[in-house]
């Protein structure tokens, strides 16, 4: 199978595999997108020559469907969504799209998460806080209105509890119950004189991190791809990974 590198090269580029397709949610913080875009840097140094390229859900351009046009015609493609669980956004507006795909080899591959390599660089970043053993910890994850993608959040509280050996709370920012705020309350209530520390279930800056900085909580961590520093190697390694299954 011979595929072509994206046209924003100079000239097509012949590959023996087919191109990576990183699609996240986007962001108008430009924090958030340098994060994003550092991420996708760091795929493709590490991919050993297979194409990839970006796009994203909402917000930004190119969305889905221009970023499928922006591969060469017949240019085979996994897409790998930058997306820690799968919701509405992976079954219905990437998968549709995927459809659409006549020509191609098109395939999707799963979302982040769950999976323990998040749950590592959640931790790290927990750490980096200052967790103490006293305190109590709320997952504070975007939510959404498919139960598929709140039961990946929920697998996710419970991994990390699993890890740090205390419970963990699932609090959500949108969309779903508990509520980030009221998951604090609570946590706040059944753990007196504990701090209430906010592990933010969130790939980068953005307006659902700055909801999360603001939803009570005694300390916050920052995002996975936290601003300014070298994407985590266990999230480069598991875009990867996903890639490759697919």
């Given at each position: 199978?011979?595929?072509?590198?994206?046209?924003?090269?100079?000239?097509?580029?012949?590959?023996?595999?087919?191109?990576?397709?990183?699609?996240?949610?986007?962001?108008?913080?430009?924090?958030g997108q340098a994060a994003i875009s550092a991420l996708l840097q760091a795929v493709r140094a590490?991919?050993?020559?297979?194409?990839?390229?970006?796009?994203?859900?909402?917000?930004?351009?190119?969305?889905?469907?221009?970023?499928?046009?922006?591969?060469?015609?017949?240019?085979?493609?996994?897409?790998?969504?930058?997306?820690?669980?799968?919701?509405?956004?992976?079954?219905?507006?990437?998968?549709?799209?995927?459809?659409?795909?006549?020509?191609?080899?098109?395939?999707?591959?799963?979302?982040?998460?769950?999976?323990?390599?998040?749950?590592?660089?959640?931790?790290?970043?927990?750490?980096?806080?200052?967790?103490?053993?006293?305190?109590?910890?709320?997952?504070?994850?975007?939510?959404?209105?498919?139960?598929?993608?709140?039961?990946?959040?929920?697998?996710?509280?419970?991994?990390?509890?699993?890890?740090?050996?205390?419970?963990?709370?699932?609090?959500?920012?949108?969309?779903?119950?508990?509520?980030?705020?009221?998951?604090?309350?609570?946590?706040?209530?059944?753990?007196?004189?504990?701090?209430?520390?906010?592990?933010?279930?969130?790939?980068?800056?953005?307006?659902?991190?700055?909801?999360?900085?603001?939803?009570?909580?005694?300390?916050?961590?920052?995002?996975?791809?936290?601003?300014?520093?070298?994407?985590?190697?266990?999230?480069?390694?598991?875009?990867?990974?996903?890639?490759?299954?697919?």
């Amino acid at each position: 199978m011979s595929v072509a590198s994206p046209v924003r090269r100079a000239g097509p580029v012949r590959a023996e595999r087919p191109a990576l397709l990183a699609l996240s949610h986007g962001t108008s913080s430009p924090t958030g997108q340098a994060a994003i875009s550092a991420l996708l840097q760091a795929v493709r140094a590490k991919s050993g020559g297979v194409p990839v390229a970006g796009g994203f859900v909402d917000v930004q351009q190119p969305d889905v469907a221009k970023s499928f046009a922006l591969l060469e015609p017949g240019q085979d493609v996994v897409v790998v969504p930058l997306l820690l669980s799968a919701g509405y956004h992976v079954h219905v507006d990437i998968a549709r799209e995927l459809a659409e795909q006549g020509g191609r080899d098109a395939r999707l591959a799963e979302a982040l998460g769950p999976d323990d390599a998040l749950v590592q660089v959640l931790a790290s970043r927990l750490a980096e806080r200052g967790l103490g053993p006293g305190d109590a910890v709320v997952l504070a994850a975007a939510g959404s209105s498919d139960h598929r993608a709140v039961r990946d959040c929920l697998e996710m509280g419970r991994r990390l509890a699993g890890t740090l050996a205390r419970p963990v709370t699932v609090g959500f920012i949108s969309a779903a119950v508990p509520r980030l705020a009221s998951a604090i309350e609570t946590t706040r209530r059944l753990h007196p004189g504990a701090r209430v520390v906010v592990s933010s279930y969130l790939l980068a800056s953005g307006s659902f991190a700055d909801l999360a900085a603001a939803a009570g909580g005694d300390l916050t961590t920052e995002p996975l791809l936290a601003p300014g520093r070298r994407p985590p190697s266990q999230l480069v390694d598991l875009v990867l990974e996903r890639y490759h299954t697919a």
